[in-house]
């Protein structure tokens, strides 16, 4: 049987498969990948510079060595064994290295396998420490409006009710706390206090039934893309000690460099960690937890005695093995250098973009760089846009933005902020 031709490709994927928050009737257009290498992807039959890093996930590019081997030298081995039970080499040398470049008193890992999962486990973590140091009632969460924390259940109580796409399940959730978002970043000390004042408000209110906070540390991403004061995430860590809570920082799209610190854990230490997305260098999916000798202490006191969670890929040596390889890449590559010189030219080509009609604001932090139109933007009009200038973006909301792999050298950023300026002027 002859290969499938691309458009009978897009034929059946038009009739047959669900693509991310798309109509499965009435679908958006999407385009067939055919090759994929360093920061670019081919499209519809052209090479492209790929500045979504397939959402925050591919920071060394497609087709790295380095990677590749790891993935094959493993393949070579076994691919899949239950973790019940069983471990190997991969999910060691991994769980040694998530602990070794964390914060100090972060030294227990659970391996989940999607970002939403590791944050199932965090709080349903939280709930049981709270059961375990003999705190039954304590079951809500706080958080800030504006987050995202993935699309399961769960994951949907912690994100923006109104502001986030899952206002139709409003009713159904757990409900949680909801705090007011934090100051944008550069906010002036006064706004600050304002913000910690309404917070320390809404905490002494719920403190009797809070568990734990969950936020993105430094940058709000899929909730609209907004970098805020660390002095914040300070405020945050006081709340949660002087109520006991335990602080959980989702930086599932934060870690590994994105926002210029490896982690923003770095800045304020939390009580417990998600990691994903990048962490496999955007390989496979993989996403780890990692907690406090005592919050691990706690939970084991609690009734179950035990973390009652356990996929079946739980700790897949195929992506153990690349994030592992991935990690080394990262602390040998001079990210910092990359992603400092990556902002600094998203900078310098997009803020000039404030002038443009329709743009209210462009924002960049670390290897992020943001354009917000006073509008929804025309997702396909901005995305055809983008692809004739060579550079695939996403957009989404009344955003278009970028953050390309750590590997895209001055020439493809010079595309990348082309293709972003031509697609907010269609957008
Ligand atoms: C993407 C994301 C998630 C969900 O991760 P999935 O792997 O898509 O389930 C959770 N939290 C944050 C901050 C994310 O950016």
């Known amino acids: 049987m002859s290969a499938p031709t691309a458009a009978e490709l897009l034929a059946f994927d038009r009739e047959h498969l669900w693509h991310p928050y798309t109509s499965m009737t009435e679908p958006t257009p999407v385009r067939l990948v055919t090759d994929a290498r360093g920061c670019e992807l081919e499209v519809d039959g052209r090479w492209v510079v790929d500045g979504m890093s397939s959402w925050w996930s591919a920071i060394h590019g497609y087709r790295h060595p380095a990677l590749d081997a790891a993935v094959a030298e493993q393949t070579g081995r076994f691919s899949h064994v239950m973790f019940g039970g069983l471990t190997h080499e991969p999910a060691v040398q991994l769980g040694r290295r998530l602990v070794e470049i964390t914060p100090e008193p972060l030294e227990r890992v659970f391996l989940a396998d999607s970002g939403s999962v590791s944050v199932e486990v965090a709080m349903k973590m939280v709930l049981q420490y709270q059961r375990g140091v003999g705190r039954p009632d304590r079951t809500r969460m706080l958080t800030v ?141 993989l996403a780890a937890v990692l907690t406090t000798d005592a919050v691990a202490r706690g939970i084991s006191g609690s009734e179950a005695g035990v973390v009652m ?55 960049t932090l670390g290897a992020v760089g943001v354009v917000q139109l006073d509008h929804p933007v025309d997702v396909v009009g901005a995305t055809d846009a983008a692809l004739a200038a060579g550079v695939w973006l996403r957009p989404f909301r009344d955003l278009v933005y970028a953050m390309p792999p750590y590997v895209a050298g001055p020439h493809a950023i010079d595309r990348l902020v082309g293709g972003i300026t031509e697609a907010v002027k269609a957008g």
């Open 145 to 285: 409006r504006g987050g995202y924390h993935g699309d399961t259940f769960d994951c949907m109580s912690v994100t923006d009710p109104v502001g986030g796409m899952h206002t139709m399940w409003a009713g159904l959730l757990p409900q949680q706390v909801f705090a007011p978002q934090p100051p944008r970043a550069g906010a002036d000390a006064a706004d600050v206090a304002a913000w910690a004042t309404t917070l320390r408000h809404v905490a002494d209110q719920h403190h009797h039934e809070l568990a734990g906070i969950i936020v993105e540390p430094l940058l709000q991403g899929a909730g609209g893309m907004w970098p805020y004061p660390v002095e914040c995430l300070r405020v945050l860590r006081d709340v949660a000690d002087e109520h006991g809570l335990l602080l959980v920082f989702d930086e599932i799209a934060t870690g590994f460099g994105r926002t210029g610190h490896l982690f923003v854990s770095e800045l304020v230490t939390p009580d417990v960690l998600c990691l994903g997305k990048a962490l496999t260098g955007g390989y496979l999916t």
């Open 309 to 363: 969670h356990g996929p079946t890929f739980m700790g897949n040596p195929l992506a153990c093995a690349v994030a592992s390889a991935s990690i080394d890449l990262l602390l040998t590559s001079g990210w910092k250098a990359a992603v400092t010189a990556i902002g600094d030219q998203l900078t310098a080509g997009l803020t000039p973009l404030r002038d443009l009609p329709g743009v209210v604001d462009v924002r």
